[in-house]
């Protein structure tokens, strides 16, 4: 069956813009969470919704970032007034109901110049 | 708060060998433990957990895992080695507590490099 999927696969933008990056979670997965990955590091917690609500964003960094999740499936992150130190490979995950096992997409690797 | 490390950044074995990648964690309350894989340009793939019951858990692809509650344990190991192998191997603990929520807390991942 299809898997996580990440929109795009990568983005180059310009310091100061804004930017959009897209998941669309296994279907019927009802979690969904969004890591960072820098360079040579581990994944780095963001965000997770259960259905349309945010049920944790405590490792959103700074108030220029923004997760929704309107209709409890397709995500999205937003990067606001984006810094060179964003960039990194932004994962999704889905998880189905009853269970903690991640599902991960193939990421967006961001590069802002 | 909770955090993983993996003390080792690169893992050299070759094919045929055992192969053993560490990790310690530190969680509030029992722990959940997982064991992924990432292979260049794809996703992170799960290979195992421990949630509960027997120490040893075996997973994916010939793989197994050692949960060690009083030494704060959960090394990845593989009898024999094979080149597929090679890959980022990625320990992560989540609290047990409901409180703590879903969110993975990762190691900073371990490169396997397997020799033919």
């Known amino acids: 069956g299809a898997g996580v999927s990440q929109t795009p696969s990568n983005k180059v933008t310009e310091k100061g813009k804004y930017v959009e990056l897209r998941c669309d979670p296994i279907?019927?997965?009802?979690?969904l969470y969004w890591y960072r990955q820098s360079l040579g590091q581990g994944p780095e917690f963001l965000i997770y919704?259960?259905?349309?609500?945010?049920?944790?964003d405590s490792g959103l960094p700074n108030d220029r970032f923004f997760a929704v999740r309107p209709e409890g499936s397709v995500s999205t992150l937003k990067i606001q007034r984006t810094e060179r130190g964003d960039s990194a490979v932004y994962l999704c995950?889905?998880?189905?109901?009853?269970?903690?096992?991640?599902?991960f997409g193939p990421g967006t690797r961001l590069t802002v110049t | 708060a909770q955090s993983v490390a993996q003390p080792e950044d690169q893992v050299n074995v070759a094919e045929g060998n055992p192969l053993t990648v560490k990790c310690t964690y530190s969680?509030?309350?029992?722990?959940?433990l997982f064991w992924y894989v990432q292979y260049p340009n794809r996703g992170l793939q799960f290979l195992l957990k421990?949630?509960?019951?027997?120490?040893l858990v075996k997973g994916s692809y010939g793989f197994e895992a050692e949960f060690n509650k009083s030494q704060t344990s959960f090394h990845l190991k593989k009898p024999s080695a094979l080149v597929s192998d090679s890959a980022l191997y990625f320990c992560?603990?989540?609290?047990?507590?409901?409180?703590?929520?879903?969110?993975?807390?990762f190691g900073g991942g371990t490169r396997v490099l397997v020799k033919p």
């Open positions: 995950a889905s998880s189905p109901a009853g269970t903690d096992l991640q599902y």
């Open positions: 279907s019927g997965h009802t979690a």
């Open positions: 919704f259960q259905g349309t609500g945010a049920a944790d």
């Open positions: 969680v509030s309350g029992n722990p959940y």
């Open positions: 421990y949630i509960t019951g027997d120490n």
């Open positions: 992560a603990v989540r609290g047990g507590f409901k409180a703590a929520g879903n969110k993975l807390t």
